[in-house]
């Protein structure tokens, strides 16, 4: 991860524990304020992020830096983000597979 993308990652999550910690965000029923606890890069474009709550409890988020725009956006991990997914990489290797050959004209194969 790059020294740019690396503090763009650290401030997004900063503004993001802090607009999860407003008041009057929707579901913030007991008043919640998250503080960002630990960074951990994944890639040169991904991270997990845990947050630490006030509760004593913590959550964590999947950030992915969206390189054209620039940006990042995140998800809060739950269980059922998780469900199958150690069977992503098989797909992803037979789609890769299945594309590879179409990447040349007929002649070239």
């Known amino acids: ?3 740019f993308i690396a503090r763009t990652l650290k401030a997004r999550a900063i503004e993001v524990a802090r607009n999860f910690s407003s008041p ?5 029923h007991t008043g ?3 503080t960002v606890d630990e960074i951990i890069p994944l890639s040169a474009q991904s991270a ?20 054209q ?3 990042w956006i995140y998800y809060f991990i739950s269980a059922a983000h998780l469900l199958n997914l150690d ?9 890769e597979i299945f594309n590879y050959p ?3 004209n007929k002649d070239e194969i």
């Open 87 to 95: 069977r992503l990489p098989a797909i992803y290797h037979d789609v």
């Open 24 to 28: 009057t965000r929707a579901l913030n």
């Open 48 to 67: 997990v992020v845990i947050f630490k709550k006030n509760s004593g409890k913590k959550a964590i988020a999947h950030f992915i830096h969206i390189k």
């Open 69 to 71: 725009k620039s940006r």
């Open 1 to 3: 991860m790059d020294k």
């Open 102 to 104: 179409l990447n040349f």
């Open 32 to 34: 919640e304020i998250f």
